[in-house]
């Protein structure tokens, strides 16, 4: 039986591996030669450039990256390089630290991954901190902030396209009752955010908008400088439109005095794979700029180029 041939196009883990140890090698390291070879690299070869690496040269690709590269674009380069699980579980565990606390990444975990992937996200995150993410999350936050933060990363949500539309109804009016009486924190409203199946909460929301004249986001607007209340509005836009939520972050990132690299960074890397298409057309509808070009003016050198080269790298 004649063996089957790897397309000339594929490149091998092994020859990454070996042209990423030359790029470290000698005087100066060979950051376009890095960016050549990770950028253009989905998860699974990344993975698997990391383990020929680690085998070839007794040493974690990570750590020579670590060694190697500096600030903004060293950030970048291991987040991107990190298996995504491994990724988000570090994230959290950064959003939970007292002088890194991010409640904001928290709900981006929570609310944009598919179940599985959350599953696998809080397994990383034990296998590498020894405690549980929930465990940490409830350690670090209090009132509100827990009742609502605790359940949307401890949820198993239904993945399937099955919608009840009495229920949809019947939560909907729940939902406006609670918001009229500004019963934000209401059990049965966290209960219909943090439970339901991201269809069933789409069809809920789309009841209320229609019955009652305005998205829920709108009606949850009164208290804007509420951190409570921004979160709960994040949540809803992580749990049905995701792309909007990363606009607005990418948006903000940019546009504020002095960059947030580390927002830019965390977008760009986390959704580079996942739909990253749908956001930089969200980002163009509402800047009338393309994100690559936006991105260009604020940032320069490797950083920009591996931004810029990820932005290309399209939803694998």
């Not at 599985?116 to 999350?137: I, N, P, T």
Request: net charge negative; aromatic share 8%.
């Amino acid at each position: 039986m004649a063996s089957l041939k790897v397309p000339s196009n594929v490149p091998l883990p092994e020859d990454d591996a070996e042209q990423l140890h030359k790029a470290f090698s000698g005087w100066g390291t060979n950051e376009k030669l890095i960016i050549s070879i990770l950028a253009h690299r989905n998860s699974a070869q990344r993975s698997l450039i990391r383990s020929v690496y680690a085998a070839a040269y007794n040493e974690d690709l990570l750590k020579a990256l670590d060694k190697e590269l500096s600030s903004d674009f060293e950030r970048a380069v291991m987040l991107w390089t990190l298996d995504p699980a491994e990724r988000d579980a570090y994230l959290a565990k950064e959003s939970t630290k007292m002088f890194t606390k991010n409640n904001w990444v928290l709900v981006e975990i929570a609310c944009t991954r598919p179940a599985l992937e959350l599953l696998k996200v809080k397994q990383a995150y034990q296998a590498r901190y020894k405690k549980s993410l929930e465990e940490d999350v409830a350690q670090h936050t209090s009132g509100d902030l827990r009742k609502l933060l605790l359940p949307l990363v401890s949820t198993f949500r239904y993945e399937g396209d099955d919608v009840n539309m009495m229920l949809a109804r019947s939560e909907a009016k729940l939902l406006h009752e609670k918001v009229s009486a500004k019963a934000y924190s209401d059990d049965d409203f966290i209960r219909i955010l943090t439970t339901r199946s991201k269809a069933q909460l789409g069809a809920t929301l789309n009841h209320y908008n229609n019955e009652y004249g305005n998205s829920i986001n709108k009606n949850l607007k009164e208290g804007s400088d509420d951190e409570y209340l921004k979160l709960l509005r994040a949540a809803i836009t992580c749990l049905t439109y995701p792309e909007k939520h990363f606009e607005k972050v990418l948006r903000l990132a940019i546009n504020k005095m002095g960059t947030d690299e580390w927002g830019l960074t965390r977008v760009v890397a986390t959704r580079t794979e996942v739909d990253m298409e749908r956001i930089k057309e969200e980002y163009q509808r509402r800047n009338s700029i393309p994100l690559d070009r936006a991105i260009a003016k604020d940032t320069s050198g490797d950083y920009e180029d591996m931004l810029v080269a990820l932005l290309g790298h399209g939803d694998v």
